[in-house]
């Protein structure tokens, strides 16, 4: 039962004063509820209201009644309260956010508006996130649709089974069809999202490779060094001896190899591969340059004869030199995070070095 409530408090407002209000106006909810209210404050805080009050009365009558039908009675007596105090508690808003919302949105109030979407999106659950999503629809609240719609897509087995989403089903497959549609185009991105970030691993790692094959060729490691120069055995190993183990053991293979010869070695063809990128990149003059085979590359780059794959093989220099850049940028942060590197992760990643090439 709905019962009859004192006028709401007078407040100060930039509006209108105190002296000035009219009380001669009267909200009629659902339940025969007469909540008294003031026409310039009500006016100044919604402009629907202000179209109301200022339309001409059917009736001859010194009394003005507003009827706001369709919502609990207690939701309207919490709305007309926050047209004079512009506040309204977490508790209100726990009993009557959805009702709150449409009022909000349907006389045009922006603040509680706001209020109400930001405390629905934190009380959003599986339960109730398909009625809150037909609301945010039908009272164009953006945000909150999009937060349901990702509820939804991040738990849809547990959605398919409430009572909400059968009654969608059955009663607004546009809705339906929208959200399936939502959902499908969230695990699209999330597998474009997946192969963007393997191809830069790939780039990654392939500009580590250049680094190192540069420093063996020219500085020399552990077990493999320049061809003018003996490797020393009592060198320590340097910073990314996980790249530089496995390609110190695949020159050493490509330099042995039998296979080779007549193109029959998966392993040797990687090493060609690697050495062919390096003239790619390769900056430096002919004659300073150590790494094997770099300036028959580069005289052999300028005899093209397969346009498509060499478009092909530009585009993989470019995104490895993009990637040698900015680890360039990033050096200080790596060299910390290599440090503080488990060997075995190391070794994972000299093996995906090894596949990718």
């Given amino acids: ?51 109301i009050i200022d339309s001409p009365l059917k009736r001859r009558s010194f009394e003005k009644t507003i009827p706001i039908l369709g919502v609990p009675c207690d939701a309207v007596e919490v709305f007309v309260s926050f047209l004079y105090s512009n506040r309204c508690n977490e508790e209100h808003m726990e009993k009557f956010g959805i009702h709150l919302l449409a009022l909000a949105h349907v006389y045009l109030v922006p603040q509680l508006k706001t209020q109400c979407t930001k405390a629905l999106i934190g ?3 599986v339960e109730n996130v398909v009625d809150v999503l037909q609301l945010a629809r039908l009272c164009d609240a953006p945000d909150l649709y999009l937060k349901c719609m990702k509820v939804i897509s991040n738990r849809f087995k ?22 399936l549609k939502f ?12 192969k963007h970030l393997q191809e830069q691993s790939l780039y990654f790692q ?19 060094g320049p061809y003018d120069k003996e490797p020393s055995k009592n060198r320590a190993p340097c910073s990314k001896f996980s790249t530089c183990e496995g390609l110190q053991h695949s020159i050493y293979h490509f330099a042995n190899c039998k296979k080779r010869v ?12 690697l050495f062919k990128l390096h003239s790619s990149i390769c900056e430096s003059p002919d004659s300073t340059c150590k790494v094997p085979l770099c300036r028959q590359f580069k005289t052999r780059g300028k005899q093209v004869k397969n346009k498509k794959e060499e478009a092909r093989w530009e585009l993989l220099v470019r995104k490895v030199v993009a990637a040698k850049a900015i680890s360039s940028l990033s050096l200080p942060k790596r060299k910390l995070e290599q440090q503080e590197q488990p060997r075995s992760l190391r070794e994972a990643i000299n ?7």
């Fill in 1 to 51: 039962m709905c019962r009859s409530i004192v006028s709401p408090p007078v407040r100060k407002s930039d509006h209108v004063s105190v002296e000035s209000v009219e009380t001669n106006l009267y909200i009629l909810t659902s339940g025969r509820r007469r909540i008294p209210a003031h026409a310039k404050i009500l006016a100044s805080a919604s402009p629907v209201l202000e179209s």
């Fill in 123 to 125: 009380r959003l659950t």
């Fill in 158 to 179: 547990s959605v398919e089974e409430t009572e909400g989403w059968k009654f969608l089903q059955n009663n607004d497959p546009h809705l339906e069809l929208e959200i």
């Fill in 183 to 194: 959902i499908d185009d969230v695990e699209s991105r999330r597998k474009s999202t997946r």
């Fill in 206 to 224: 392939l500009s580590e490779a250049m680094d190192c094959l540069q420093h063996i060729c020219t500085e020399g490691c552990t077990s493999v």
């Fill in 262 to 273: 007549n193109g029959g070695c998966v392993r040797c063809k990687r090493m060609w591969q």
């Fill in 351 to 357: 093996c995906h070095v090894s596949v990718a090439c």
